[in-house]
């Protein structure tokens, strides 16, 4: 499953990149989105399939904490991309006279940067909260991958603040995006019912068909994950529901983007091929 989320996901940068006809707002974003898929799962997967083949399952504290960082940092970016790929799907649909002026080369890589850079120092400032807590020796975390949540559950030290800014900032960060894709879907629907052509709607409604997909299996299995996490007590649910949210997802969005979108496929049919004509 990892090397098919590597190939998949290098693939879809690769077409967006070589291609001209891809040099567009929306598979900027996807390229990106790949990039996140392949960084988030390799913070987590080599790490565990070393372990398996080791028969060993330790991981030192500063391994840890990096892969706290990096993970909490990828969730979110990836969180960001979706809503910037909604935002980008309704002023296409609703607003296309102005869709060159408003989606320019210069705004889409500033909002990239942002959601980057915002991350990189929330996801710090959890760090630096961490290390003011204390743990015992031989500490056992009852998960495959250090995540912020875990961490604080086997801390021998009061972790009130750690979780307060957790909660806070998973639900900021968590609640604002969600907010920008269901509002740039409302409108785009709206816009779409005052369309004469049925034509027309299904051609415009067409192109946010993959995002739809993804979208609703990234906050599907992250809330299954939650709800595990809560429900129950069981670590093994817990795992199982976090392997489709950690593992799984990423793996299948390429797959979503290339069978769905036909640019996409287009693309990658035309990089295959000049690969297979080199000599």
């Known amino acids: 499953m990892y090397l098919v989320t590597v190939l998949g996901n290098l693939l ?74 909604a935002y980008d799907r309704f002023v296409a649909i609703c607003h296309p006279l102005n869709y060159t002026v408003i989606m320019n080369t210069q ?66 960060l968590g609640v604002f995006p969600m907010t920008g894709i269901l509002f740039s879907y409302f409108q785009i629907v709206s816009s779409l019912l005052k369309m004469s052509s049925s034509v027309g709607k299904y051609k415009a409604f067409s192109t946010c068909g993959s995002h739809l997909c993804v979208v609703a299996l990234f906050y599907g299995t992250g809330l299954g994950v939650y709800l595990n996490s809560d429900v129950t007590q069981s670590s093994l649910r817990t795992m199982i529901a976090s392997v489709m949210y950690t593992v799984v997802t990423p793996m299948l969005n390429p797959f979503i983007y290339s069978l769905r979108n036909m640019d996409v496929k287009g693309a990658l049919g035309r990089l295959l091929s000049r690969a297979t004509s080199d000599p």
């Open 107 to 172: 705004f889409c890589v500033l909002l990239v940067l942002l959601s980057w850079l915002l991350m990189f120092f929330v996801s710090l400032l959890h760090i630096l909260l961490v290390k003011r807590l204390t743990f015992s020796t031989g500490t056992v975390i009852p998960h495959f991958f250090c995540g912020l949540a875990q961490i604080f559950k086997v801390a021998t030290s009061d972790t009130l603040i750690n979780n307060i800014v957790l909660y806070v900032g998973t639900t900021v």
């Open 12 to 85: 879809i940068i690769l077409a967006v990149s070589s291609d001209s006809h891809l040099h567009a707002p929306m598979y900027f974003f996807l390229s990106n989105l790949s990039f996140i898929d392949l960084c988030f799962i390799s913070t987590m997967v080599p790490k565990m399939l070393v372990n398996i083949q080791a028969e060993k399952k330790d991981i030192s504290y500063i391994e840890c904490l990096t892969q706290a960082y990096f993970l909490n940092t990828f969730a979110a970016v990836d969180n960001f991309l979706l809503t910037m790929m």
